[in-house]
C-alpha cells in the first residue's frame, strides 16, 4: 500500500516539474501587467495586441499554409510508399524501412543543414517553396510509420478475392485497401501538421527572405526580450498542438474499438 502512494507521489511530482512552467506561461499570457512575475489583473489585451501585428499575422498565414500542403503531400507520398514497402519481402524490405527511418533518429539540425547546403548546391532560391519542400521531407516517414501498422493488420486475401471477382488493381486499391488503412492514413495526417507547424530548427535553416512561420518569429521576438504577447502566442500553439494530439489519439482508439467490435460480431 505504501509503495503504491509513493508510486503515484513520484508520477505527481514528475507531472508537475514537466507542466508546472507551461501552465505558468499560459496564466500569465492572460496577466494585464507587463511584468512577469506579478499577477495584477484579468486581461485579453495581449491576444488582442498580437492579432494586431502584420509579423505575426504573416507569420501565422505561412506556418498555416505549408502545414496544410506539407501534410497533404505528405500523406499521399506516404501513402503510396508504405503500401510498395509492405509488398516488398527481405532484405530489400529492411533496407528501404532503415531508410526511412534515418530522418526520424537524425537530429534535426543535421537534416536541416543537409537541406540547405542541397538547395545552394542546386542554385534554388530560399523561400516558400524550399521551406514547404523541408516540411514535406521530414513529415514523409513519420506518415509511412503511421500506415505500415494498418498494412500489416490488413488481410491479403481481401485484395486478392477482389481482384478474382473482376476487380482491377486499381479499384481493389480504391475500395478494399484504403478504406482499411484509413485510421493510418488520418492519423499520419495530422502528425504530418502538427510536426509542421511546431517546427523550428529545419524552417530556420530554409526559410527565405519575407517567409517565416511562427516558431522562428516567437524566436526572434524572444531575442529582443521576452514580451507578453509571446506568452499568448505561444500558448495558442499549445492549444492547437494539444487538440490535434487529443484528436490523434481519439481517432486510434475509436478505430481499434471499432475493430474489436466487428470482430466480436463476426464470432457470435
Known amino acids: 500500500m505504501v509503495k503504491k502512494y509513493l508510486t503515484k507521489i513520484y508520477m505527481g511530482l514528475i507531472f508537475i516539474f514537466l507542466y508546472a512552467p507551461i501552465i505558468v506561461l499560459a496564466v500569465f499570457s492572460f ?3 507587463k511584468s512577469r512575475g506579478n499577477w495584477t489583473g484579468f486581461s485579453l489585451k495581449w491576444y488582442i495586441e498580437l492579432f494586431q501585428d502584420v509579423d505575426i499575422r504573416n507569420a501565422f498565414y505561412y506556418t498555416i499554409t505549408i502545414a496544410i500542403v506539407s501534410a497533404i503531400i505528405s500523406t499521399i507520398l506516404g501513402t503510396v510508399a ?19 527511418y534515418l530522418p526520424v533518429v537524425n537530429p534535426d539540425i543535421v537534416t536541416g543543414i543537409s537541406l540547405m547546403i542541397l538547395y545552394i548546391s542546386f542554385s534554388i532560391r530560399f523561400g516558400f517553396n524550399t521551406m514547404l519542400i523541408s516540411h514535406i521531407v521530414f513529415s514523409t516517414p513519420y506518415v509511412i510509420l503511421s500506415i505500415l501498422p494498418k498494412l500489416r493488420q490488413l488481410d491479403v486475401h481481401m485484395t486478392e478475392a477482389a481482384m478474382d471477382l473482376g476487380a482491377t488493381p486499381m479499384y481493389a486499391l480504391r475500395k478494399v485497401i484504403l478504406p482499411e488503412i484509413k485510421p493510418g492514413i488520418i492519423t499520419g495526417f495530422l502528425m504530418a501538421f502538427t510536426l509542421s507547424i511546431d517546427d523550428f530548427i529545419i524552417s530556420y535553416f530554409t ?4 517567409v517565416t512561420n511562427l516558431s522562428i518569429v516567437i524566436y526572434s521576438m524572444a531575442r529582443r526580450g521576452v514580451r507578453p504577447t509571446i506568452n499568448a502566442l505561444s500558448t495558442i500553439m499549445l492549444v492547437v498542438v494539444l487538440l490535434l494530439m487529443i484528436l490523434i489519439n481519439k481517432r486510434s482508439n475509436g478505430a ?12 457470435k
Open 31 to 33: 496577466n494585464e501587467s
Open 207 to 210: 526559410k527565405g527572405e519575407g
Open 256 to 267: 481499434e474499438s471499432r475493430k474489436k467490435l466487428n470482430k466480436s460480431e463476426v464470432f
Open 82 to 100: 508504405a503500401i510498395g514497402i509492405n509488398s516488398m519481402k527481405g532484405k530489400i524490405k529492411s533496407i528501404i524501412l532503415n531508410i526511412n
